[in-house]
Structures are given as structure tokens and as C-alpha cells.
Nanobody, 129 residues
Framework: QVQLVESGGGLVQAGGSLRLSCAASGRTFSTSAMGWFRQAPGKERELLAAISSSGGTTYYADSVKGRFTISRDNAKNTVYLQMNSLKPEDTAVYYC??????????????????????WGPGTQVTVSS
């Protein structure tokens, strides 16, 4: 069982930055691939970024490529999402998710997150224009 809790959301002006954190409980974090998702009102949940259990493989959706960076610290059981050059359309609830994997390089990139087993409650990010 993995429990996830996101933090770091808030209100920011367009062009600003935020860093989201996702703290995981349990001993399985270092063998879990992770992903960051968001869901805006009236829209489907979408994958933003994914990272392998080792941190050596990453994936970014086109909508955030070049602006967002995913990283992880297995010693701290935490995954991060650094968000720069934020836009009003980035306003959404942001979620982290985890899936156990036997491969240290595998990432999971299904757009709606169906491959992921564990989810955090989410953190709100609001970008004002």
C-alpha cells in the first residue's frame, strides 16, 4: 500500500513558478514509477509528466514540455514537479500517482492514468492573468 500527499499548490500570477511535492508513505516508493496529472473543471484528467523508479527515464506531455520538470528523491520518498512560465490554462487540481514496477527504467504514460494504482488527494493550482 502506498499513500500519497501532494503539497505546494496555490495562487500564482501568469509567468510565475511553483514547485509541487508529493510525499509517499511505505517502503515501496523506490520501486514505484510516478506520474503527475491534472484535472481542470469540465475537462478530463491528463498526464503531465512521468518518471521511472530510478529517476533515469522521464516523459512530458507536449502541453508542458520545456516548462515543467519532474524529479524524485528516493531517500526522501518524494517526487516533485517544478512548474515554470505558468499560464492561466494551467489552472487545475494537480495529482500525483504511483504504480509498482519491476523495471527501474519503465514509465507509464496512459493519458488518463489507468495504469496507476495509487493516487493522492490533489492540490489546487490557480494561475491568474
Amino acid at each position: 500500500q502506498v499513500q500519497l500527499v501532494e503539497s505546494g499548490g496555490g495562487l500564482v500570477q501568469a509567468g510565475g513558478s511553483l514547485r509541487l511535492s508529493c510525499a509517499a508513505s511505505g517502503r515501496t516508493f523506490s520501486t514505484s514509477a510516478m506520474g503527475w496529472f491534472r484535472q481542470a473543471p469540465g475537462k478530463e484528467r491528463e498526464l503531465l509528466a512521468a518518471i521511472s523508479s530510478s529517476g533515469g527515464t522521464t516523459y512530458y506531455a507536449d502541453s508542458v514540455k520545456g516548462r515543467f520538470t519532474i524529479s524524485r528523491d528516493n531517500a526522501k520518498n518524494t517526487v516533485y514537479l517544478q512548474m515554470n512560465s505558468l499560464k492561466p490554462e494551467d489552472t487545475a487540481v494537480y495529482y500525483c500517482a504511483a504504480v509498482r514496477t519491476f523495471s527501474s527504467r519503465q514509465i507509464f504514460t496512459s493519458p488518463r492514468g489507468g495504469e496507476y494504482d495509487y493516487w493522492g488527494p490533489g492540490t489546487q493550482v490557480t494561475v491568474s492573468s
